[in-house]
């Protein structure tokens, strides 16, 4: 989530276009502006102008560039000439790359390279070294031809992607530089194709990873290093992105600032478009929307997004035409578990099937193929428990596809294959298998959930013989599967989810509807699709059922939620959750609820926070510091839990995600 606030002249800023941020080693933030220089240091604004009688003043008030070098020294890029911050004089000394040619000194870049050396670009006066000991400039050999007859180059961005080559952005297009030579180099194929070299750009970087960034009058660009190529060398692939100006999508947003934060997160500035983020795992932007007043509203306070900064506390700073948009974004709120092969006290492989809180505060968590390991919240660890044909007293299957601890201590475990269910024995640690029908009248061989009741009953429902109900003081079994004939039979025989809500109903979520069963008659009630479709589920495929602390009862489908409501006549119909309330149509395999009433949606895309009030949605992806979950469920919906402290779990392909209580605070 972003947290915003803004910062104008209304507080102090000298002028509201904002096109350069820095902060400098003593934590002062700069600002330059079309109409002076600014230092902030959290409470006030410091401005500093040009006078026509003070020579130590700046040499113009239209701020283009900022940059602190190596000794940590501040350079000013202005409309008119270099200057240098001199601090302990307050003072700025003035340069000027062609004095004699007032119309080039127009500072728009500074940058120092990988030998520290300095780089100026000027606004019509090309690139120039500026040699900072001798306080000279020396213009780059080789003016392009395509800027010769215009005036000269007007330099927007510079960029060193491997020692002694740079790309330098221009008006009049992008350029490779061999550093070394003082020349240019042609333009690889692609990039010349795409009219690189002839069209407006803005800014070039390079990323983490190696990817050349160009933003452009068109739009972005992205450049990869060529598989068996020397890093740097962009001969091949290229993939342009065009970012829409506003919701329609009719104008593409000139690319105007690029920024990479220390996460790998890149964001992207626009000219009309406002701010967008890169999200690596899909290959795709995310859009933050701009308005009018940030303040009032909460969204940027202007779609010219000119520069981009992040500085050391985690602020991002964004210098638009109407100040400066100013984010914190909170510290993940989610915490995860990730296997570390190897390590025996880390989270197993495998995918998590089941989870579960014992009367110790310790999660059990079971996994398809990794058996069984035990977190102790207290100091991170895990303890691992898996099957060994040699030992019979181990779990009898690494398939592990629920868990459960019944009131009086006992630890249950459903497993795929030999033989089902296992009892945990504390005082031996020994796992006993357990044959709750001594007819085999219930298959085991996959225990897809189980569930104690009021009663203190056990259900064991499995993926495909249907549903059993153990009795514990008479020690007697009963099973119940679907049969054709019999309309209050079981809906299906595949169990997902076993759920009791406060008035004592027992839910049964199947692979095909969704089933009531009461106790006294020992008949089963179904809901599901039904022609009319407006007031019945959103599928047929029941992965869970909740209900809130206001008595709401939620079912999570193959495509979506549903709220279920009790109408005048005592019909039970139920409310889809639409698109337009921001809730995406993908399955919902899990449902909690935190401290707030939020409901907690574990979904094929990730996790998603729904706000039934307000139907404020949230999506959080493994972009957000989310594991990745299951595209299709196999068993039972188990993997997710809200322990007694308030904390949730939700189990992935391969890790755990934790979202504390505490966190919640951070979205209030």
Not at 34 to 46: A, I
Not at 401 to 430: K, M, P
Not at 443 to 467: H, M, N, P
Request: aromatic content about 12%; glycine content about 12%; charged content about 20%.
């Amino acid at each position: 989530d972003l947290h915003l606030d803004c910062i104008s002249s209304d507080d102090g800023l000298s002028h509201n276009t904002v096109l350069c941020v820095l902060q400098d080693r003593r934590g002062f933030m700069w600002f330059g502006t079309q109409q002076g220089l600014n230092r902030y240091d959290g409470y006030r604004f410091q401005v500093f102008r040009h006078t026509e009688t003070g020579p130590a003043s700046l040499s113009h008030d239209h701020i283009w560039a900022l940059q602190e070098d190596e000794a940590g020294v501040l350079w000013v890029g202005s409309d008119h000439g270099l200057n240098r911050w001199n601090a302990e004089q307050k003072t700025f000394t003035r340069y000027y790359p062609e004095p004699g040619h007032p119309g080039r000194n127009s500072i728009r870049t500074i940058f120092e390279d990988s030998q520290h050396q300095f780089w100026v670009g000027t606004g019509g006066g090309g690139l120039f070294r500026f040699d900072r000991a001798a306080e000279t400039f020396r213009p780059f050999g080789e003016q392009p031809a395509a800027e010769r007859d215009n005036g000269g180059i007007t330099v927007n961005g510079l960029c060193e992607c491997v020692p002694g080559t740079m790309w330098m952005a221009t008006l009049s297009g992008l350029f490779q530089i061999d550093m070394a030579a003082d020349t240019t180099l042609p333009l690889p194929g692609a990039m010349q194709r795409a009219g690189l070299d002839r069209q407006p750009v803005y800014a070039v970087m390079r990323d983490h990873e190696g990817d050349l960034w160009i933003g452009t009058a068109r739009g972005l660009y992205r450049a990869s290093p060529g598989k068996g190529l020397p890093p740097g060398r962009y001969e091949t692939e290229l993939h342009q992105y065009t970012l829409p100006m506003d919701i329609t999508a009719a104008r593409i947003a000139p690319v105007s600032a690029l920024y990479e934060d220390e996460l790998g997160q890149l964001w992207v500035g626009t000219l009309g478009g406002g701010i967008y983020r890169y999200l690596h795992e899909s290959d795709s932007f995310v859009r933050y929307r701009p308005c009018k007043c940030l303040k009032d509203t909460g969204g940027l306070s202007s779609s010219w997004i000119h520069t981009i900064f992040k500085n050391r506390s985690g602020t991002y700073w964004f210098g638009t035409n109407e100040g400066i948009g100013k984010f914190t974004i909170s510290q993940s709120l989610f915490s995860k578990f990730e296997p570390k092969p190897g390590d025996p006290r880390a989270l197993c492989q495998g995918e998590i099937k089941a989870l579960c809180e014992d009367r110790f505060g310790d999660i059990w968590i079971g996994t398809w193929g990794s058996g069984i390991c035990k977190l102790d919240p207290r100091t991170g660890n895990f303890t691992h428990y898996r099957h060994d044909p040699q030992d019979p007293f181990s779990p009898g299957s690494d398939r592990v596809f629920s868990i459960l601890e019944d009131r009086a201590g006992t630890i249950w475990i459903g497993t795929e294959g030999n033989g089902g269910l296992y009892r945990f024995e504390r005082e031996t640690q020994h796992f006993q298998h357990f044959q709750v029908s001594a007819s085999g009248s219930l298959g085991e061989e996959l225990i897809s959930t189980l569930f104690e009741d009021q009663a203190g009953d056990l259900w064991i429902g499995t993926a495909g013989d249907g549903l059993g109900r153990y009795d514990r003081l008479t020690g007697t079994f009963q099973s119940y599967r679907h049969d054709p004939k019999d309309a209050h039979s079981l809906s299906n025989n595949h169990i997902y989810t076993l759920f009791q809500d406060r008035s004592g109903n027992l839910w049964v979520g199947t692979a095909n509807q969704l089933n009531r069963f009461d106790r006294r008659t020992g008949r089963f009630e179904r809901f599901g699709i039904r022609k009319a479709g407006a007031d019945s589920l959103p599928g047929s495929e029941i992965y869970a059922v909740f209900q809130d602390h206001n008595g709401r009862m939620w079912i999570g489908t193959e495509i979506g939620l549903a709220e279920m409501q009790l109408i005048s006549s005592g019909e039970i119909t139920f409310r889809n959750i639409p698109e337009q309330e921001g809730l995406a149509a993908t399955a919902v395999f899990g449902i909690l609820e935190d401290a707030r009433g939020v409901l907690w949606l574990q979904t094929q895309k990730g996790l998603t926070s729904y706000h039934p009030h307000t139907q404020v949605v949230r999506h959080y992806t493994t972009e957000d510091g989310c594991v990745k979950f299951t595209k299709k469920l196999v068993g039972g919906s188990n993997a997710y839990l809200k322990n007694r402290s308030g904390d949730m779990f939700f189990g992935g392909v391969n890790g755990l995600t934790l979202y504390s209580h505490d966190a919640g605070e951070q979205l209030r």
